[in-house]
């Protein structure tokens, strides 16, 4: 019960801190203007209006989706730990997980909720320009699902650098830096070693499993069309088929598993 | 019943002890005033109490339980020393989600806010409160569903006179109720007359521990006496006593618990000069500062 309790007033939080209204905002915004400007160019292409919508999606969510689970998650525990409020909860019968999944269910709620408005809104768009008929949406609820899982992956990634700086000032930059990595500098890392190793061992055997490591990586192969790669996707597409769709599923599905356990051994060792 | 048994507690961090070897007993319905300078060991030992910091040896029970424990949390009330909650949250929000917390019901937080005056800002939001309203919520807070056991860490800091007064008739209610009062507060004086037992801690030692009148008796300090004759006797009677002359006709003397009367009947001895007698045992400042600092030096 106590979760729900908190998970509630987290709501309320976000809500008033309009971390809802930004988040939707956000995801509306560019998910109207991909649908709307991506189909332009392909109009006369016999790929899926649907397909080319969720592929840009897709590549937008990958920024998109991690940094709005860090900027949701980033003050969760310090925040409280800097107000005090964090020792006072503690004194009530609530135990430390049961705030750490209370919060994780709201914020969880207001990535779904930002989601779902974004995807809906592309499929309207996609069904407003080319009437219903042949519009497979398997690749719509996919990316709902995965943007999900990999909004949590970051979620708890934020809650774990919460748990570990305890100041949020701290905590919102190691965030940032967090996000940078991953879904920037881990691909040109990734990159960069492709070009020196120039197709050796290591473009075949190390370099898929590294990719798929990444949720972010994991989230944007799953999502990429294994039969539109040639038309729309780039080369990671063919380095994704060696790691496989179940490698892609479980390192997506796992990363919120590891951090929100991470997360909940940090928020254990906070002695107040 | 015994609210709070305190047994023979230690709390070390590395080499550094914050508190040694404390005993402390609080009743149900009373009322006791934890004082001590800052870094003397009271929020470390209040901490340890909600069963937040794990304690080094000896023990402590909250109603027979271990602290932290669920029972012991739902029948504690606490105050922090310097509370802020979260500034989007209305009070009566805020107040309501510690109800359900405590599972009771959301009526008795509404009911909370109207006993500590908020009940006109109670749909603000927090960010607009003063320091003073608050401290109301969470005094509010701390007393919700009738804790057995309340600590209370400096609660009148940043509290108006009318407002401390108020809370202090909150405390008395609470004890008058059942509940066992523990209350940290560097504002001595409000002290004297609102509580009924007083243990002071000095380098995580808990020097005293016993009521006003005791701690008086232990301590030996002496009374001041303050005598007013006529003009033209001061000096006569300021030679007989032995006391010093404050003004025209003022006289200050000090004499031991013991003498007091011995000292008021050679006061009256003198008759028409005298005309007006003033008896001030030690304040709490006094015995406050000969407990803490006394100790500190002879350490």
Redesign the interface.
Known sequence: MSVFTISALELIIARRNMWVATSVILMGLFTAVLTLAGGAPTGTLSVDPLTIATTSITTLSVYLIPLIGLLLSFDAIAGEAERGTLALNLTYPVSRIEILIGKFLAHLAVLAFAIGVGLGLAALLTIWQYGPADLSFTPLVKLFFTSLALGAAFLGIGYLVSCLVRQTGAASGIVIIIWLVCVVLYDLGLLGALVADDGGSFTKTIFPWLLVANPADAFRLINTPVASVSVLASGIGAAGGASGLAGQLTSLLIWPVITLFLAWLAIRRIEL | MTALMIDNVYKHYGALKTVCGVNLKVQAGERVALLGHNGAGKTTLI?MI?????ISSGSIKVLGTVPGS?LA??S?G?L?E?????G??SGR?QLR??A????ITPRMADDLLDRVGLSDAADR?IRTYSKGMRQRIGLA?AVLGKPKLALLDEPTSGLDPISRHEFYDIVRDLANAGTAVLLSSHALTELETRTDRIAIMSKGKLVANANLEQLRQNARLPINVKVTTTPDHADRVAHELGGTRVNGQSISLTCLQNEKVAVLGQITAFGEVIKDVDVTPSSLEQLYRHYSVDNQEGM
């Not at chain 2, 909600?50 to 794990?54: A, D, H, S, V």
């Not at chain 2, 310097?82 to 979260?86: D, E, G, L, R, T």
Request: aromatic letters at 10%; charged letters at 25%.
């Open positions: 901490r909600l069963g937040l910091t794990p669920r949390r739902q504690i606490f922090p310097s509370v802020a909650f979260h989007a949250l929000e989600h510690f359900r917390l405590k599972s939001k807070q």
